[in-house]
């Protein structure tokens, strides 16, 4: 079965750091991509970065580019994102999310359960 | 940068037909999937690769994608499907996602 478990969220102010967590299992992690994509309460959704499955290529949405920074361990079946220099905007609830191909199309076939970002003086 | 327009409200009758619409240029061009999201819970995949149904999604829910508009199709809706849905598109590098359409059954 797969799983995705995010942690890290939390309240912080802006200008500040927060580095965010998605633990995985069920599927070989190597193998594929995974995202981050983040949901403003009561808004929709908003891709926000991608790693390809060896973590050599990455891809950022153009709101939080040169701010956010995506790695992976595959020794430990764990993304991360970095998130630098926050704003009131960054506030969102932030998903990771498994491409649902090795290759071709992308779509999420499995997301995590979330964690609560808040930025806020 | 891309965009992809969705009605903001659905509104359908039990047991009958929803359409909910997903408006991007040449949308057709590429492959359109779709999502589902119930209050206080992460999205489900229901339609990718426009058409194709993952395992555990029941038969009334079905998608087309041409020329400059996806489409996903409830059939039979039930009380069950209200909740929010979500076109997303993929570029080979950046994903988009619609805006977004609440589906009401009443």
């Known amino acids: 079965e797969v799983q995705l478990l995010e942690s890290g969220g939390g309240l912080v102010q802006p200008g500040e750091s927060l580095r965010l967590s998605c633990a995985a299992s069920?599927?070989?992690?190597?193998?594929?991509?995974m995202s981050w994509v983040r949901q403003t309460p009561g808004k929709g959704l908003e891709w926000v970065s991608a790693?390809?499955?060896?973590?050599?290529?990455?891809y950022y949405a153009d709101s939080v580019k040169g701010r956010f920074n995506i790695s992976r361990d595959i020794s430990k079946n764990t993304i991360y994102m970095q998130m630098n220099s926050l704003r009131a905007e960054d506030t969102a609830v932030y998903y990771c999310?498994?491409?649902?191909?090795?290759?071709?199309?992308?779509?999420?076939?499995?997301w995590g359960q979330g964690t609560l970002v808040t930025v806020s003086s | 940068s891309y965009e992809l327009t969705q009605p903001p409200s659905v509104s359908v009758s039990p047991g009958q037909t929803a359409f909910i619409t997903c408006s991007g240029d040449?949308?057709?061009?590429?492959?359109a999937c779709w999502y589902q999201q119930k209050p206080g819970q992460s999205p489900v995949l229901v339609i990718y690769?426009?058409?194709k149904r993952p395992s555990g999604i029941p038969e009334r829910f079905s998608g087309s994608n041409s020329g400059n508009t996806a489409t996903l199709t409830i059939s039979g809706t039930q009380a069950m499907d209200e909740a929010d849905y979500y076109c997303?598109?993929?570029?080979?590098?950046?994903?988009?996602f619609g805006t977004g359409t609440k589906v009401t059954v009443l």
């Open positions: 999310a498994k491409k649902g191909a090795v290759a071709g199309p992308g779509y999420f076939d499995y």
């Open positions: 069920g599927f070989t992690f190597s193998r594929y991509a």
């Open positions: 790693i390809s499955g060896s973590g050599a290529t990455t």
């Open positions: 040449k949308l057709g061009d590429t492959y």
């Open positions: 690769q426009d058409s």
């Open positions: 997303q598109a993929w570029d080979s590098r950046t994903y988009v």
